[in-house]
């Protein structure tokens, strides 16, 4: 009978002790990172019939065939900062769907992530070389420029 409550005791106290183990873990810390703030580009697209920086520029725009314009991006809040490709793309709207013409042209630039940037369609996005759209919009139709913007 002593050797049984022997083994007994000793079975108990292994238990207890394992129960123990378990149970005594013990957190040391919890440690958080920083913020991490994810950000993009955004703005708008302007057009105007003159290539001057202090012309009206504007979102919508109504011109005749074959008359001169011109676009650019302005960036509306701060944002993304640093080396971008834009793809300005052409696109004419058919009544149902807006389809990309053959007409695009690419610009590098490093974006400052600032709001009220501007950026013109040129390959080096300055306005002494932005692009006049109206030499390819040629026929009465709805236009509007797309630009993708990718991470260089």
């Known amino acids: 009978m002593q050797k049984i ?15 123990g183990s378990v149970s005594a873990t013990v957190i040391l810390a ?7 703030t994810v950000v993009s580009v955004t703005g708008t ?6 290539n ?3 012309a ?3 979102e919508t725009l109504t011109v005749p065939i074959n008359v001169a314009w011109y676009c650019r991006f302005k960036t509306t809040t701060s944002g993304y900062a640093g080396a971008i490709i834009i793809s300005w793309t052409l696109q004419k709207y058919d009544g149902v769907n807006w389809n ?3 007409y695009t042209l690419t610009t590098t630039i490093s974006l400052s992530g600032s709001s009220g940037q501007i950026v013109y369609a040129s390959t080096d996005g300055l306005i002494t070389n932005n692009k006049n ?9 709805q236009h509007r420029i797309k630009a993708v913007f990718e991470k260089v």
């Open 133 to 141: 759209w109206g030499s390819h919009t040629d026929q009465q139709a």
């Open 30 to 36: 919890t440690i958080y990172g920083g913020t991490v």
């Open 100 to 102: 990309d013409l053959s």
């Open 56 to 58: 009206t520029w504007t």
């Open 5 to 19: 409550s022997k083994k007994l005791l000793s079975l108990t106290l292994l238990t207890i002790f394992a129960i």
């Open 45 to 50: 697209i302007e057009y105007s019939l003159t």
């Open 52 to 54: 001057i920086e202090t």
